[in-house]
């Protein structure tokens, strides 16, 4: 089982980076534009994620899996360095917590990729440029990569909950 809590330990920091990551890409990408008026001149438009609905809700699964997995990381360093879990009702949270929370971020990711991809097929762009697009896109892969971590860590929680408590009876 050794092994395993170690294994479980790694999933949740790569998990913590990876959304970290995408936070961070996320609020700050940004872009400028000028747009040409019939009636005035050049209108500077600037605009972020947070003008779009779904990128913020990808923020809020982003930032609510960062915190899960900060606690969780905390939790796995412990069980590392002591070799048990700091409290047997842990191990439930545990298992049906990290389903949640990863399904929560993967959710987040969806909603991520899938505005980018609607506003790759407006006309004209709608003056969003592609670099903004690319930023955004590589904050979803960031949040999908969380995604990804924290499902293992859920498999891992699982299989270590079956293993020390399951078969002892």
């Known amino acids: 089982m050794g092994c395993l809590v170690i294994v479980n330990l790694l999933s949740r920091i790569l998990s913590l980076c990876s959304l970290a990551t995408s936070i961070t890409i996320l609020t700050t990408a940004s872009s400028d534009m000028?747009?040409?008026?019939?009636?005035?001149?050049d209108v500077e438009v600037k605009f972020g994620f947070s003008d779009f609905y779904a990128y913020r809700y990808m923020l809020a699964c982003a930032a609510a899996g960062f915190v899960y997995s900060l606690l969780q990381t905390a939790f796995a360093i412990i069980q590392v360095k002591t070799g048990d879990c700091v409290c047997d009702k842990l191990?439930?949270?545990?298992?049906?917590?990290?389903k949640i929370m990863s399904m929560?971020?993967?959710t987040g990711a969806a909603a991520g990729f899938g505005l980018t991809v609607d506003l790759n097929y407006l006309p004209n762009r709608a003056m969003i440029t592609v670099d903004f697009l690319n930023k955004e896109n590589v904050a979803a892969s960031f949040c999908l990569g969380g995604f990804v971590c924290t499902m293992i860590s859920s498999f891992i929680s699982l299989k270590i909950f079956k293993d020390d408590y399951l078969y002892e009876c």
């Open 34 to 41: 000028t747009v040409s008026s019939l009636f005035h001149k």
């Open 91 to 98: 191990i439930h949270f545990d298992v049906y917590a990290d």
């Open 104 to 106: 929560i971020v993967g």
